[in-house]
């Protein structure tokens, strides 16, 4: 745990966080539920607009094919997943 600005904080105990900076923490995240392959096209491509996942991930991991714009290419997508 540390602030944004970098400052490292005390695990416990009362502290102040300066104005304008604010408490960062960093914990390990969940591996989602369910097969990745069997995720929502369009969730994808939202996570994917939203800088969560590069092309290659949503293609490797998620067997979703997207569109130089971003968009579900649903003719791809379908191939990928039929090979799998």
Same mark, same amino acid.
């Given at each position: ?6 400052? #490292?904080? &005390? ?9 304008? *900076? %604010?408490?960062?923490l =960093? ?13 929502? #096209?369009? &969730? ?9 996942? *590069? %092309?290659?991930?949503? =293609? ?15 003719? &791809? ?8």
């Amino acid at each position: 745990m540390s602030l944004a600005s970098g400052r #490292p904080i &005390r695990p416990k105990g009362r502290q102040t966080v300066p104005g304008r *900076d %604010r408490i960062r923490l =960093e914990l390990p995240g969940g591996a989602g539920f369910g097969a990745p392959e069997k995720r929502n #096209p369009e &969730r994808v491509a939202e996570d994917f607009a939203d800088g969560l996942i *590069d %092309r290659e991930t949503a =293609e490797s991991i998620y067997l979703v094919a997207l569109t130089t714009d971003g968009q579900v290419d649903a003719t &791809r997508t379908a191939a990928l997943r039929a090979r799998a």
